[in-house]
């Protein structure tokens, strides 16, 4: 079992439509989460952490559910900006040593 | 503030070749890093570094050598080029007190026949 897994999509939305996706994780001692958002062909760039209680960011909602182990992303009235793959990244073991899903990618048409 | 910069962004090597991706970041991070993305895959860590002098090994560090001799550079050797380290190369930093942000270079794409 991979330690983080992501559905890889794509999601097809059109413009203003709300998209969520998931992420799991398997270490249940995990201790920070984070999403990272990619454009095609560059560099991974740091979209949000994820805190415990939640958080929102503009259009965009992290949420923890340890319980069940996962991390989810909303995004609300998307735009075309929006396209992109979504990383979901897990520090495990409290250390340097971040585990990265394969990414969610969406893509928002016109 | 160039943030973190890695050369070259493109590579053809043939297998058995050796090289070396350059990595350098000016925002004086104690913690360096070099991934590979393959498609499909999530980034996985090939080696990093806690600071000057000291480097370790990630999930994947079989065919790379690292070095740490400045807190600003962080270069990775490819020491005989094989067709399955054609990839994407991505070194990053991260200053552990502040936010866990990795900072990521533009990537490095290397190609080996």
């Known amino acids: 079992r991979k330690e983080v897994e992501q559905d890889p999509g794509p999601f097809n939305v059109p413009e203003g439509a709300t998209v969520a996706f998931n992420c799991t994780y398997s270490?249940?001692?995990?201790?920070?989460f984070f999403w990272y958002r990619q454009d095609c062909r560059k560099e991974p760039k740091l979209l949000m952490s994820?805190?415990?209680s939640g958080n929102e960011d503009g259009r965009f909602t992290a949420q923890l559910n340890r319980a069940s182990q996962y991390i989810s992303l909303l995004i609300r009235d998307s735009k075309l900006s929006d396209s992109a793959t979504y990383l979901c990244?897990?520090?495990?073991?409290?250390?340097?040593?971040?585990?990265f899903g394969a990414g969610t990618t969406v893509t928002v048409r016109a | 503030n160039a943030g973190v910069t890695q050369t070259p962004k493109f590579q053809v090597l043939k297998t058995g070749q050796s090289m070396t991706l350059q990595c350098a970041q000016d925002?004086?991070?104690?913690?360096m890093s070099w991934y590979r993305q393959d498609p499909g895959m999530g980034l996985r860590l090939i080696h990093y570094?806690?600071?000057?002098?000291?480097?370790d090994q990630g999930e994947v560090p079989n065919g790379y050598n690292v070095s740490r001799s400045t807190t600003e550079d962080f270069p990775l050797r490819l020491l005989s080029a094989a067709p399955s380290q054609t990839s994407v190369y991505f070194c990053?930093?991260?200053?552990?007190?502040?936010?866990?942000?990795?900072?990521f270079g533009e990537g490095s794409r290397l190609t080996v026949l």
């Open positions: 570094s806690v600071g000057a002098g000291i480097t």
């Open positions: 990053a930093s991260l200053e552990p007190l502040g936010t866990g942000e990795l900072f």
């Open positions: 270490n249940s001692a995990s201790q920070s």
């Open positions: 990244v897990v520090n495990m073991r409290n250390d340097y040593k971040l585990s």
């Open positions: 925002m004086n991070h104690e913690y």
């Open positions: 994820v805190y415990s």
